[in-house]
């Protein structure tokens, strides 16, 4: 599908909500051209004719998957944490205020 | 032949570093003094390192190791390390503003087996922005440059890595390969890089870029270095459950002067034809006849499929690391940027505007459109799809031969500034590393010879498990061209 620089434009917007990743307005339009190159690029597979019954692979690894059962460890200590002290606040560690 | 920043000293290998301390116990630390001689001249203008440790504590380490008698196989060796691998108290960045002051409460595995196998980390190095990108420009502190030529790029992402090792700043060291980011420096600063079998060296501890890609591997200035590197980090670890479970080699066996049976290796057409550099050419087919010498067959066949492994790696690639980075959001860890909005979404998204750069976020925003509803069976399914038919291609191919050939890059290093500003220029630097990791197999670049002065590295890759064999020809390619 031909798509124009004003849809790509669009598109990245819409992009930048779903991924959490503000696209930086000053560069929107390069941004824009890298984009269609790119997708221009990625179209090549989009045209090969794959049968049906082709499955797709997501990895490579064919052993064993090792799931280990869940353990119990010693939770890690406040000064492995914090090896300085610097953050800690009544033996709790204190993380900056975001909001 | 080594570039002008090292000396004979510097540049010693691990097994005379092992011999030379026998004879005498101060010799390891003379030696940490010459590679800081060398760091302390060059690194300035190199810029190799991230972070980079004291010499005092290096010392402190390595006195330690001989008190307790265990320099074990690494004899002391001081091993630089890619800066997306987690290092216990030392910042690990990623290449990237979003981590710049994080420092990992633990080591990744391949670390801890190098600490315990009398390896001393010396620092930590310069990347691509969490591993994206090919030249090592896209690290959000500074570019490292090629030590052959400083005007030229020494490849990425692990540029770092390559570079410590190629100036003598550190004894050998440790990348990580999603598409080609160990071979890729290696064969542009004239080094060895291994990408081994997918599974066969734990990811515990590295931080994911493309989880079904990456792989953490060795960088040296001979093949017996990474052997000997190799042997050390690979193996089952139950932290990482796409380890294999399999009975690791001695892979410096593999590494003598004289085939270990007689090989059949194939050139790939497609490998060889479309965009190589003519110069490229002529040290790829000089390797061939070296081979030939040493009684190697070498037939050529084609792989069409392989036109379509570009697009191919980089929509997995994209759409993994789309899913990847989602963690980075600047409330668990990491750069935190006060938002002006009242909503947690607002702080999130500005985080990672400003901890970002730009080709992270290019290649997030794409692997989000490969995945979006509509579009995913055409992009994503469809790669995936490829991914199955491509190694099936490769499981036929490595019925008939024991390893394949090629160059490692289409081109010699490109100069600062070229690649970068075109994405499809930058991402064809890949074109024949790409493949490998599609389908999850060993390869190895080693330096096949110098045009223009500038290195040329020939990648040799194999059947799943077969680094040995792959070392054993890197070694014949390593000795016909110093013969």
Redo the contacts between chains.
Sequence with gaps: MWLSRVDWEKIIKHLSILALVEADTARIESLARDLEKIVEMFNKIVELNIPEIVEPLYTTFFGEINLEEDVEWESMGIRELDPTGERLEDGYVKSPKTL | MLPPQCTQFSSISIKTLRERVREDSDFLFKYVEEVYRAIERYEQRLRAYITLRPISEVIDDIENLVKHGKLGPLGGALVAVKDNISTKGIRTTCGSKMLENYVP?YDATAVSRIKNSGGVVIGKTNMDEFAMGSTTENSAFYPTLNPWDYGRVPGGSSGGSAVAVAACEATVSLGSDTGGSIRLPAAYTGIVGLKPT??LVSRYGLVAYGS?LDQIGPMGRCVEDVAIVLNVISG?D?R???????NVENFEKYVVDYPLKRYRVVVLEEMVSEGIDEKVMKIFNSTLDVLAKRDVTVEFRKMPLL??S???Y??IAMAEA?SNL?RF???RYGT?S??EG?L??D????T??TG?G?EV??R???????L?EGLYE??Y?????????L?QEFTKLFREYDAALSPTSPTLPPRLGEAIVD??KL?SLDINTVPIN???LPAISVPGGFAEGLPVGIQIFGP?LSEGFLLNIAKLIESGRSG
């Design positions: 409460p997918y599974g079904s089952h139950p990482d459950s796409t380890s294999l479970r399999v036109h379509y570009l697009p191919t980089y929509i789309s989602a959001d600047g409330l935190r006060e938002a009242k947690w979404v702080a999130y998204r500005k990672r505007m970002f730009e976020k290019r997030i925003l794409l692997g989000t459109y490969v979006s055409g992009y399914l469809k790669a995936a799809k490829v991914r199955r038919l190694h994405p499809i991402y599609l389908a999850g799943p």
